[in-house]
């Protein structure tokens, strides 16, 4: 067996590599460990804490690393396969991180037993459970997945790796490579400082402004309801992400993103939060979890969570897909349409017979490659995809309109019909204004056939991406909007995500809270904001609301001002209310009798209205939630979401963030880290220090 440590710079690509024990000096470091010669292939499988997230990640190694700060308590060493580091020991498949707690990832690894500093946390224990909460679910946070997919990949579908968690990057040819590098953790303890790898410190100096006038006007966001005066609220469900990837990536390019590129809804819903599947034969299940708000401990706040029933391929219907590619010449830089070709020959590898496909591209005019082949044609679908170019101008609205001609000559009854767009949204031919491509989707998507986007190229500097168009396509069309910024997002979206992207669980899936004005005295629905619904709205079935995919979750969080508070309900700022909002507020908003009335206990009562995906009519569920229902100690899915929600409101320069908390919540988000299996968590606090380090 070998043992290798690696510790360097990312930003110069210098490294420093041993075999020697390395005495613990707090520097952060990368490890890589081996159980056969160099030269022969490692048996080790890949695992999810091995995820890259540096854009400078090593390409060249292939194998597994395993990576994380020494714990300066005593020396690394390999006796009689156990790597020790300090004096620490735990159980195999610990990762090796130095918290509090090891975790709870699996790591095969032919009899090697991985040591870490810390104590074990039994699996099943309240302080990852608290209360023992009804639907709570694994203890895991990571990436979008689902078990489909997951499933398909594991089987060997052709051009797939059998690993669904992946240690490097996608090529632009398909080839998935390994890599080994990576911005480290930060300890635990203050904010994250990543200076030893190169990565970005926290600044010491005074708090930065997020709300400088250089990034955009004030946002518009949900304001406080008095409970008193309106008690429900209503929202729709969105499994958007895109706004979250986008702000990656302008993070990695040295840019604060603009406010209104962010939106708190899609930070929370890239990832998958694993609550309790759903029992046999029901769609989806509710999470709710009630405790202090981490920003504002005067406050309470009200986290839902939402979780997709799984399907395997084998049970899933079958697929009408149309592949729509933006071929114009704004799509020819490396980021666009080379990382979308390799995205969909992932997504076309996987189909099966019974799947339909088509590819329509467009630039000054539209094309038909492919018309109604079936799925599992492969390499006729792939050499079509791998032939594709860039040139001219882009009349998306004419590739958009031959795309849904397609969809509904190769309609399948029963089954998945959609559109799957990749594009950078700079349209400027034909129907180009937004609000005539949002109603002329809007409008098909009554027809049966949905719409999905994938958005490629950078919205910054000059980028040309446009963020709004493609969510709003997304979003009217009943579809899911990735935003795709490297290669390992698009295996993520393509790939291990493509179940949940394609097939759908439930649709026109609402959400209802009523507050009890004995004990609320005000209230906000965080993020959402162009998903908010006129209250009558919940009980319409021909009110259109959001779909949720197979195995996919959706979270939510509501801001509290309990009654005893000695504050008022604070009014917002001018021109800062969603339009949306006003038009909840404007129509009809009167509830029915069919729902259980509140008791004098309860604090809150939660609806859930949904449709079976092949059910016209809809199911309600209610839960009433009352105070003895809080647990004594937040969960870490509780705290991990509050402190995404924190995050994003940073960024987002939110009025109702009087304070920046800056140490707290690298602290917050560190100790998070034992559900982190994928490195998601990880992922996101080095988006905090590198945002931080940006700040004006």
Not at 68 to 91: D, H, M, N, S
Not at 200 to 206: G, K, S, T, Y
Not at 404 to 410: G, I, N, V
Not at 411 to 434: C, E, K, M, P, Y
Request: aromatic residues 8%.
């Amino acid at each position: 067996m070998q043992a290798r440590w690696q510790q360097g710079d990312p930003t110069t690509g210098r490294r420093t590599e041993g075999a020697a024990p390395l005495a613990g000096t707090g520097s952060p470091l990368l490890l890589r460990v081996a159980t056969t010669p160099a030269t022969g292939p490692s048996p080790l499988t890949q695992f999810g804490t091995t995820r890259p997230t540096s854009p400078k990640a090593d390409s060249k190694g292939k194998r597994p690393v395993i990576r994380g700060p020494p714990c300066g308590a005593g020396p690394l060493a390999v006796t009689r396969g156990r790597l020790e580091v300090g004096t620490g020991i735990a159980k195999a498949g610990s990762m090796l991180r130095p918290t509090a707690y090891t975790f709870a990832a699996l790591l095969s690894c032919a009899g090697l037993a991985v040591s870490a500093c810390g104590t074990d946390l039994p699996q099943g224990t309240t302080e990852a459970d608290p209360g023992g909460n009804d639907h709570y679910g694994d203890d895991f946070i990571g990436y979008k997945t689902s078990a489909a997919s997951r499933a398909a990949l594991e089987s060997g579908s052709p051009g797939l790796s059998s690993s669904s968690g992946g240690t490097g990057s996608l090529g632009v040819d398909g080839a998935y490579e390994g890599a080994g590098g990576s911005v480290p953790l930060p300890a635990t303890g203050g904010s994250p400082n990543l200076g030893g790898m190169g990565g970005l410190p926290v600044p010491e100096n005074e708090p930065a402004s997020w709300r400088d006038p250089l990034r955009g006007a004030a946002p518009a966001e949900n304001p406080y309801f008095p409970a008193a005066e309106d008690a429900v609220s209503t929202f729709s469900i969105d499994v958007d992400s895109g706004s979250y990837t986008l702000t990656r990536a302008s993070l990695n390019a040295g840019v604060l993103p603009e406010r209104s590129a962010i939106r708190i809804e899609e930070f929370l819903n890239y990832f998958h939060f694993h609550y309790e599947k759903p029992a046999a034969g029901t769609p989806l299940s509710l999470y709710t979890e009630l405790g202090a708000c981490p920003w504002n401990p005067a406050h309470d706040l009200l986290l839902l969570g939402v979780q997709g029933q799984d399907l395997t391929l084998a049970d899933a219907p079958p697929l009408n897909l149309v592949f729509l590619v933006d071929v114009s010449g704004s799509m020819a830089a490396a980021n666009k349409l080379p990382l979308l070709q390799s995205g969909f020959r992932m997504l076309a590898r996987q189909l099966r017979p019974q799947d339909r496909v088509s590819l329509v591209t467009y630039a000054g005019w539209e094309s038909v490659l492919l018309s109604g082949v079936h799925g599992d044609e492969h390499e006729r679908i792939e050499a079509a995809i791998a032939g594709l170019s860039s040139s001219g101008s882009t009349n998306g609205a004419g590739g958009i309109q031959k795309a849904y001609e397609l969809a509904a000559e190769h309609f399948i009854d029963g089954g998945s019909n959609r559109v799957v767009l990749g594009t950078d949204a700079d349209f400027n031919v034909g129907i180009s204004s937004q609000e005539e491509l949002v109603a002329f989707i809007a409008a098909k998507r009554d027809t049966g056939v949905f719409l999905s986007v994938y958005g490629f190229g950078a919205a910054w500097g000059e980028g040309n991406f446009q963020d709004d168009i493609a969510e709003q396509l997304a979003d009217n069309g009943n579809g899911i909007y990735y935003y795709i910024d490297t290669p390992e997002e698009a295996r993520r979206a393509f790939a291990e995500s493509a179940s949940g992207s394609l097939f759908t669980v439930a649709k026109d899936v609402k959400l209802q809270v009523e507050f009890n004005p004995m004990h609320v005295k005000g209230y906000r629905l965080i993020g959402y904001e162009n998903r908010v619904l006129a209250d009558g709205d919940f009980s319409n079935d021909a009110v259109d609301a959001g779909e949720l995919g197979a195995g996919l979750s959706v979270t939510a969080l509501y801001e509290i001002i309990p009654a005893a508070a000695a504050e008022g309900v604070p009014p917002p700022l001018s021109g800062t209310v969603p339009e949306s909002v006003s038009a909840a507020e404007s129509s009809e908003s009167e509830t029915t009798g069919e729902f259980d009335p509140l008791g004098a206990d309860d604090y809150v009562q939660v609806r859930l209205r949904y449709k079976k995906s092949e059910s016209t009519e809809s199911t309600l569920e209610q839960y009433a939630k009352t105070l003895t229902d809080r647990p004594p100690s937040p969960s870490y899915k509780f705290l991990f979401a509050a402190g995404v929600t924190e995050f994003a409101s940073l960024l987002l320069g939110s009025q109702y963030l009087e304070s920046e908390r800056q140490d707290e919540l690298a602290d917050q988000l560190a100790k998070t880290r034992i559900l982190d299996r994928e490195g998601a968590i990880h992922e996101a606090e080095v988006m905090l220090a590198q945002a931080l380090e940006l700040a004006p």
